[in-house]
């Protein structure tokens, strides 16, 4: 199984490692959506996380 996130502007992530997969998506909130930084913490991405195949 894999984690994986989903963003609402088509962006999406996908890791074995949950922890690597907050890294890529805090990520991409700073650079596509700088008006949610520090709104987005690790705590938030978790909670978007899913399991896929």
Do not use: F
Not at 20 to 33: E, F, G, Q, S, W
């Amino acid at each position: 199984m894999q984690h994986q996130v989903s963003c609402e502007c088509g962006y999406r992530a996908r890791e074995e490692d949950e922890d690597i997969l907050v890294k890529t998506v805090l990520t991409h909130v700073n650079d596509a959506h700088p008006d949610l930084v520090g709104e987005v913490t690790p705590e938030v991405v978790r909670g978007w996380v899913e399991l896929v195949p």
